[in-house]
């Protein structure tokens, strides 16, 4: 090869050399490296947008909710702002370890001080978990204490594959005593059940996670406490709803209760929320799942925090907030209330009929809650019959072409779910004594008035806030012991009305 073919091969392999480097840097900065999604100890900005339910899921979908915001937001909201307590605050998200099959992760909410957490490849051993069976009729349980109910972990309870991150502790715990100090934090309970599972969760080497049964779908695994009540179940409906949007699900997981509370009424809800509902001791034997999910406990969320923590938080419409996003008010009570219509096919909310008006007297009558019930619920008004009766004969002499009144007695404790939140929906008003049945109030129309009646020894502030948090018209007649004057009631249900027009 002569010097000037020689000199042209060398300057077709530079320029060659040259255009293939061009090309590569521009794929590349088209193409950037995706940011492992399990980087330890960063804020992140996560596209958290549930992807699409293939053909083959199980899964229900989720439901069109008309209050429904997007939850894969592209900065988290301030700290201690309204989105932040009811909202996608979880904006830390750290991994102690992350592997080809198995992965674990919280996200963290310095608002709320609690953490969502997840994993992949977790293998549970429900012969390891102390507890009561769960899921027997009341009647057969009676008497049994709630600590046995509460599940005490051993070591090991929770398994999961070892990956990249993990500190190879002797005693193979998968986080330190720091991890959850500061991420699960222990708080006010006695009994942290959250942090205690993810304190047994031992690390084993690749290969050796042995599973009787695999769950391939997302599965939430919750604990819950005071299972009986509707105030304390709303908060854990609650947590579960937000924690299935947090980790970006695509339809509704299905969920294990790692409790071993037995039937209740309330029970019938989580059927209807999720996509399929068991008891860890109904499981056999092992079982690993491909994706669980740590829902917090029930007090961890705003509506239960809002009892001892001061923020500033007034409920709006979705439509507005669409349209002036304003961290300081909310629309997500709504969209979990619409979320619970939904589930019992009450969705979408009926125009009322013109001059029609429910009032829901919400009322409290004795059933037997739990284990150790007497069947006897306390009285919150002494004379709540006195003023039932007294509020349908006003009603009745009320009534008048312009306005026709109906009065609803709300005897929830033995009525279907289905028949509760219908009554809360189709409600102008709702008056009753301060009990857990107001709870359903989240489930409310906006233009829904609130007439509370509260007896001295129960002066608390749960109803006002979830009225000021769905943004409902709220009055309260406080007594100064338990008896209430008919008329004085009455007369307050007459002001609400003059505001009315009627």
């Not at 429904?68 to 201690?80: A, K, M, Y």
């Not at 959250?194 to 919750?222: A, F, H, N």
């Not at 709504?334 to 979320?339: A, D, H, R, V």
Request: a neutral charge; one cysteine or more.
């Amino acid at each position: 090869m002569n010097r000037r073919k020689r000199s042209l091969f060398v300057r077709t392999l530079l320029f060659l050399f040259a255009l293939n480097s061009i090309c590569i840097f521009y794929y590349f900065r088209l193409h950037p490296r995706p940011q492992h999604p399990l980087d330890e100890e960063q804020n992140l900005n996560l596209n958290l947008t549930p992807p699409s339910l293939s053909s083959s899921s199980s899964l229900k979908p989720w439901p069109l909710l008309p209050s429904f915001l997007p939850w894969n937001i592209s900065s988290f909201p301030p700290v201690g702002s309204c989105e932040a307590y009811f909202g996608n605050g979880f904006s830390r998200s750290i991994s102690p370890m992350r592997g080809r099959n198995g992965f674990f992760r919280c996200h963290y909410s310095e608002t709320l001080q609690s953490s969502i957490c997840e994993g992949g490849a977790i293998r549970m051993d429900p012969a390891r978990i102390a507890m009561s069976r769960g899921g027997e009729d009341l009647e057969k349980v009676m008497g049994r204490r709630e600590e046995d109910e509460l599940p005490r972990y051993e070591s090991g309870a929770f398994q999961i594959e070892e990956g990249e991150g993990w500190g190879r502790r002797e005693d193979r715990r998968l986080v330190d005593q720091a991890f959850l100090d500061q991420y699960l934090k222990h708080g006010a309970v006695y009994m942290h059940t959250m942090r205690s599972l993810v304190e047994s969760i031992r690390v084993v080497p690749t290969g050796e996670l042995q599973c009787d049964q695999v769950i391939d779908e997302p599965t939430l695994l919750v604990t819950r406490f005071e299972y009986a009540n509707m105030f304390h179940t709303v908060t854990d409906w609650y947590s579960a709803y937000v924690s299935s949007r947090v980790t970006g699900l695509a339809g509704r997981p299905h969920l294990v209760f790692i409790d071993g509370h037995c039937k209740a009424q309330l029970e019938e809800t989580w059927k209807s929320l999720f996509t399929s509902v068991r008891y860890a001791k109904d499981f056999a034997g092992t079982v690993c799942f491909r994706h669980a999910i740590l829902s917090p406990l029930g007090y961890e969320t705003a509506l239960f925090k809002g009892l001892t923590e001061s923020f500033s938080c007034q409920g709006s419409t979705a439509n507005i907030l669409r349209q002036n996003p304003d961290y300081q008010k909310t629309a997500r009570l709504s969209e979990f209330g619409e979320m619970l219509l939904s589930s019992f096919d009450l969705l979408p909310i009926p125009k009322r009929e013109p001059g029609m008006l429910n009032i829901l007297f919400v009322r409290r009558e004795d059933y037997l809650a739990h284990p150790r019930h007497n069947g006897k619920v306390q009285s919150r008004l002494s004379n709540e019959l006195e003023v039932f009766d007294s509020v349908q004969t006003w009603a009745k002499m009320k009534n008048n072409m312009k306005c026709k009144l109906n009065v609803v007695n709300g005897l929830f404790a033995h009525m279907h779910m289905k028949e509760q939140l219908q009554a809360i929906r189709d409600a102008s008003i709702v008056i009753g004594a301060h009990g857990a049945g107001l709870t359903h109030l989240v489930s409310a129309r906006t233009d829904t008035i609130v007439l509370e009646i509260i007896a001295s020894m129960y002066r608390r502030p749960h109803f006002q806030l979830i009225s000021s948090w769905k943004g409902l018209e709220y009055h309260a007649i406080n007594l100064p012991g338990s008896y209430a004057r008919p008329t004085e009631v009455t007369e307050e249900l007459s002001k609400i009305m003059k505001s009315l027009g009627c």
